[in-house]
C-alpha cells in the first residue's frame, strides 16, 4: 500500500469519526474533501468544501493558516488560484474553507437569510461549528482570515463589528469586497446597517485588532456600492482604531461581479 493510500484511508477515518460533529456525509481525497454539514445554529444543511496546500502531506509536523469564504458554491474554482498565489506571489500556504449550500438550494434566496436575515445565526455556525470541525480535523494555525462579498460583505462586516462579543481574538484578517453596507437586518428590535453596527462598536471599544482589506469595484452603482465604501472608509479612518490595519482599494474598470476575484 503506497503512501497516497494510506493518506485517504487517514481522511476517511478522520470523517467518520466526526460525524457525530454535524457531518451527514463526505467525500474525500488527500486535497480536497466536501462534507454535508447540518448546523444547529441555523437548523439547515451546508457543505464544507475544504482544500489543502501543496505541503500539507509532505510537511505533516507544519501547521497552516485558514481563510473562510462565504458564497462557497461560487468560489469553488478560485480555491485553486488562491493556493497558486503561494507560488507567483510568495503568499504563505494555506488551507482554504468554502461555506456552501447543497447544490438543489437555491443559493440567491438562501444567502439572504444567513447574511441579511439572520447574520447572528449564520455567525454562531461559524464560530462553534464550522471552525472547530475544521481546527479539530486539520493541522492549523491561529490566522484565520474571513472573506465575504456583497451580502457576503455585509456579513463579514458584521463578523468584525462583533469583536467585542464574539470575535476578537478570532478572525486576524477580514478581506471584504463590494459590501452591500446598507442593507439592514434586525437587532435589539431596530434595523441597523453596518454603519450602524460601526458605531454600536465604537461605542464600545476603540480597539480593533485586525487587518482589513476593503474593495470596490470603479464600475459598481456608486450608491449601492462606491459612496458606502467611500463613507466606510473615511469614517474608519476618523476612528483612529487601535490596532487595525486598515487597507482599501477601488478597482478600476471593475464591476460588482469582477472585482472579487482580484481582491
Known sequence: MNWRKIVFILFLMINISCAENGVIESVVDTVYSSVLFQSVYVGDNFVIDVSLPEGYLLNPDSRYPVIYLTDGNWRRAQHKPIHDLNKSDGVEEMIVVGISYPDNYDVNTIRVRDFITYPGKYLDFLLKEVIPFVEQKYRTNSERTLW???????????????????????????????????????????????????????????????????????????????????????????????RLNLQFYCDPGKNHYTVWEPS
Open 148 to 242: 465575504g462579498s456583497s451580502f457576503g460583505g455585509f456579513f463579514a462586516f458584521y463578523a468584525l463589528f462583533q469583536y467585542t462579543e464574539k470575535t476578537k481574538d478570532v478572525f486576524k484578517n477580514y478581506i471584504i469586497a463590494s459590501a452591500a453596507a446598507y442593507q439592514t437586518t434586525q437587532y435589539l428590535d431596530k434595523q441597523l446597517n453596518i454603519f450602524d453596527f460601526e458605531q454600536l462598536h465604537f461605542q464600545k471599544s476603540n480597539e480593533l485588532c485586525a487587518n482589513l482589506y476593503l474593495t470596490v469595484g470603479g464600475d459598481e452603482v456608486a450608491a449601492s456600492f462606491v459612496e458606502p465604501f467611500n463613507r466606510l472608509v473615511v469614517t474608519m479612518e476618523s476612528r483612529h482604531y487601535s
